[in-house]
């Protein structure tokens, strides 16, 4: 676990702008006009029809997608009553998890007040302006009044997540450690120790699962609570044991098949751990410092089911897994309460995830490749994208059949997708690419399936249904590094050119090259001798017809790459030069950048190529391309030669092309600002367009411009090289490509393929028509 120094925590706070969040707007406000329908006088018209309809204000405002923290500083974290005002930053810091965890908008309420009736007055009032109240840090007894007040007198989602979120978390983490070491959750022996509001939630909550009551022994710092102590409230009494024989927790513990710790660090010995039943599960939930260290209960005995509430060990119960998307279903449906029925569903998703093969992002993050259900792993991570998908879907859809739901859904998928979407996970493009290539999925070749990342985007490729992948490779390499990594390659097939049963297609592929390039100064033996290289061969296999795209470069530098594409592929007979792009995904939409690797220094008639080519490629992805050639100067601002290129090749493509928009030469901040262009340059083909597509002069720029973004923006998805202008599918990956990128340049791949064969089977009907 990495060390947190006080200089640094408050270094991370202070600097910059202070605190940790911020309010954005969602709406245009540079013009006038913006301004007057932000404001005055555009604004009167949705005020007044949320106040002939309440329910407008879901339409019309951010209450849908807003929640308050909530709290009065009586039990912030560790360290107890600190007040209202120096708990703000624990209330901040559960803004930005709320954000970037479920998209969730949230503004920080510190309330000065410790009198509960006051307390609950004070959220009262301020009540309309949220969909959802997120009660927080509240000390016990008064937390289960002030929720309780709450939960009756508002009509939206109020939770106080100290009790509920570990309450969610743990019991489906219990849930799943029983159906590991086979034990019936009716019939265990648990020990909570800890009285608390986290303690008496998750109790009742594991009674809900079905933990009988008289199994049940609950502490707190005086020991055991039982039917003898006349020091109890009402919550605690609830939980109190007629048994007799227990006072410690050393006795309680003591045969038991499940200990809870919600209370302080060190107080669960060795020795307890090895009183207790065969296969325990232990549950040391105090932060920092566990009830017992990860360490010392496996010390202790190895049939230890162990989970904590630290990130550094294995099953980490963290209310993160919870509340994003515990309120993110909620607030969809406009929910009026989370109910008992919306937090089991809850419980029973994050159980269900965790049995579920586990996404590679997940074992990237945790420097694993392994992870799957069992004693190390049966509470799904943090960072599991699918949180919030199968979460939140599964809370809004107990909200609708509970009837505490303002709004249905009709289409759980696309709600699903959308939640990915709106997380930057996914987005509709590539939802788009792999659902039409899961449609007509092709043979794709992996050059390089001995790399960890390519083998993992060709079994994800096939698992998902985009392709049917051709691994180049080992065959006993391939299959040690599947089965290290947990990786199933059933139906997937291995090619090992330098097998002696490839001799005899080695040997055909080679006579097949020396044809085609004989004039060239290839030889026989030359080419039979490319043949064990495996970016010759995999391209073999597309020219012939026995693959039908290539997938290649985590090795190979590009300059081999494109010079065996040159060779065996050829460039398309339209075209003097072929280039590749990337596809820019960002909050102002989709951007089409090129030549991104292939063309170092065009000249114009490189630059002619590469805009047409950008221009169909753009088609292919549906859009209608409009199209800025970039250079350092406007319009003949400048007559060197790096400007006069790129507006000789516009004047090329403006001719060949009258209808096709696109103008240049010009700068980026000209292109991407059409009120600016406009102004400056009212001559333009493009005024009034959006220009979604950029012609770089040279490979420097186009590199630096996307790679940039990638850097500065962690929310920018970037798809790409994207090959255009070869005979055939042959794609390339960048050095350091994701899985995700890999697949995301499949999913290209196969519906390339897919689309030539479309075209070469019309061709072939007009011929025979012919």
């Not at 200990?259 to 232990?282: E, T």
């Not at 090749?649 to 406009?678: H, N, S, V």
Request: aromatic share 8%; net charge negative; proline share 5%.
């Amino acid at each position: 676990m990495v060390k947190i120094t006080k200089e640094a925590a408050l270094e991370y706070h202070e600097t910059g702008r202070p605190g940790k969040i911020e309010v954005k707007p969602t709406k245009a406000y540079r013009t006038q006009t913006d301004l007057s329908l932000a404001y005055s006088p555009g604004v009167a018209f949705p005020c007044l029809e949320i106040q002939e309809d309440p329910n407008a204000a879901y339409r019309y405002t951010d209450k849908g997608n807003l929640v308050a923290v909530i709290s009065n500083g009586t039990a912030v974290l560790g360290l107890g009553d600190i007040g209202a005002l120096s708990g703000k930053p624990v209330m901040e810091g559960k803004g930005l998890l709320f954000k970037i965890y479920g998209g969730i908008d949230v503004f920080d309420i510190e309330v000065a007040e410790k009198d509960p009736e006051k307390f609950c007055e004070a959220v009262e009032r301020i009540a309309p302006t949220f969909g959802g109240i997120n009660l927080e840090d509240i000390k016990a007894p008064e937390c289960f009044y002030i929720e309780d007040r709450l939960k009756k007198t508002l009509n939206i989602p109020v939770m106080h997540d100290d009790q509920h979120g570990t309450a969610i978390i743990s019991a489906a983490g219990l849930k799943n450690a029983l159906e590991v070491n086979g034990k019936d959750i009716k019939k265990v022996r648990i020990v909570v120790n800890g009285a608390g509001a986290a303690a008496i939630s998750c109790t009742k909550l594991y009674m809900a699962l079905g933990a009988q009551k008289e199994n049940i022994v609950m502490l707190d710092s005086k020991g055991v609570i039982s039917t003898e102590r006349t020091d109890l409230n009402e919550q605690k009494k609830f939980f109190a044991t007629t048994r007799t024989d227990i006072h410690t927790l050393a006795e309680a513990v003591n045969g038991a098949d499940v200990f809870v710790g919600l209370s302080k660090g060190n107080v669960l010995s060795q020795d307890m751990v090895r009183s207790m039943a065969k296969d325990p599960v232990i549950f040391a939930l105090a932060n920092p410092t566990p009830e017992i260290t990860y360490e010392e209960a496996m010390e202790a005995r190895k049939d230890v089911l162990m989970a904590t509430g630290r990130t550094d060990y294995p099953n980490q119960i963290n209310n993160v897994i919870g509340f994003p998307y515990i309120f993110r279903g909620a607030l969809d449906v406009h929910a009026t309460a989370i109910n008992e029925e919306m937090k089991m569903a809850a419980v029973h998703a994050i159980a269900d995830l965790a049995k579920q093969p586990v996404p590679d992002v997940v074992n990237d993050v945790y420097k694993v490749n392994n992870l799957k259900f069992g004693r190390n792993y049966f509470i799904p991570k943090p960072v599991d994208p699918r949180l919030i998908s199968e979460v939140s879907a599964a809370v809004a859809k107990a909200a609708i059949e509970s009837g505490v739901a303002r709004k249905t859904i009709e289409d759980w998928d696309e709600y699903k997708n959308s939640l990915s979407v709106m997380l930057g996970q996914e987005t509709k493009l590539t939802q788009k690419l792999y659902a039409t290539a899961a449609s007509h999925p092709q043979r794709v070749v992996f050059a390089e399936a001995i790399h960890p990342t390519m083998l993992k985007a060709a079994v994800q490729a096939n698992n998902e249904g985009i392709c049917q992948p051709i691994l180049l490779g080992n065959e006993e390499i391939i299959e040690k590094m599947a089965k290290e990594m947990d990786l199933n390659l059933e139906g997937i097939e291995i090619v090992n050119l330098r097998h002696p049963r490839e001799q005899e297609r080695r040997e055909r592929y080679a006579k097949i090259l020396t044809n085609k390039l004989q004039r060239n100064g290839y030889t026989f033996q030359e080419a039979n001798d490319k043949m064990f290289e495996r970016n010759y061969f995999g391209m073999m296999m597309v020219e012939t017809g026995e693959a039908d795209a290539f997938i290649t470069g985590l090795y190979t530098k590009y300059s081999n790459t494109i010079k065996v594409a040159k060779e065996i592929i050829g460039i398309r007979p339209e075209y003097n030069h072929f280039g590749t792009m990337h596809i820019i995904n960002s909050p102002r939409g989709t951007l089409y950048i090129g030549d991104t690797l292939v063309n170092e220094n065009p000249d114009t008639e490189a630059l002619t190529d590469i805009a047409n080519l950008m221009s169909t490629a753009v088609r292919f992805f549906n859009e209608k391309p409009v199209i800025s050639m970039v250079s350092h100067s406007n319009f003949g601002s400048s007559q060197s030669e790096g400007p006069q290129k790129v507006r000789l090749a516009t004047e090329k493509m403006q001719q060949m092309y009258p209808d096709l928009a696109i103008d240049g030469e010009m700068q980026i901040g000209f292109a991407l600002d059409k009120e600016l262009r406009d102004e400056q340059y009212p001559f333009t083909r493009l005024k009034g367009l959006d220009v979604n597509t950029l012609v770089f002069p040279n490979l420097t720029s186009a590199r630096s411009s996307y790679k940039m973004l990638q850097k500065l923006d962690p929310d920018v998805e970037i798809i790409g090289p994207i090959q255009m202008g070869l005979n055939k599918p042959i794609h390339f990956i960048d050095f350091g490509a994701s899985v995700r990128d890999v697949v995301n340049i499949v999913s290209i791949a196969v519906i390339d393929a897919y689309v030539d064969k479309l075209k070469n089977n019309v061709t072939k009907k007009i011929n025979r028509k012919k």
